[in-house]
Nanobody, 120 residues
Framework: QVHLVESGGGQVQPGGSQRLSCQAS????????TAWYRQAPGKERELVAA???????NYADSVKGRFTISRDNAKQTLFLQANDLQPEDTAVYYC??????????????WGQGTQVTVSS
């Protein structure tokens, strides 16, 4: 069983920065992918950035050039550096872990979510 605990977030002015962390407990064997999602009130949860199992990194167009996803495998910690934040970035941010198991089964884990609010 894996648990994800997020930290960081909070209120920031437009143009400011936040650094989010997500630490996983327990071992994470095999192939896995990590990602950050966000969800604003009244909107669907959307993918922000991901590191796939082959190392490929993907960003949503809305955050490309401003956000950076990274991972410390030894510490089993995922990071999101969010720069030049804008009001439209306001959302609850969730980390996500997907572990490939036998027979094509995939285990999915979510962090508890952390609020990022961008306002003056």
């Amino acid at each position: 069983q894996v648990h994800l605990v997020e930290s960081g977030g909070g209120q920031v002015q437009p143009g400011g920065s936040q650094r989010l962390s997500c630490q996983a407990s327990g071992n994470i064997p095999g192939l896995y992918a990590t990602a950050w999602y966000r969800q604003a009130p009244g909107k669907e949860r959307e993918l922000v950035a991901a590191i796939l199992s082959d190392g490929t990194i993907n960003y949503a167009d809305s955050v490309k050039g401003r956000f950076t996803i990274s991972r410390d495998n030894a510490k089993q910690t995922l990071f999101l550096q969010a720069n030049d934040l804008q009001p439209e970035d306001t959302a609850v941010y969730y980390c996500n872990l997907r572990i490939s198991k036998e027979m094509g089964y995939i285990e999915v884990y979510w962090g508890q979510g952390t609020q990022v609010t961008v306002s003056s």
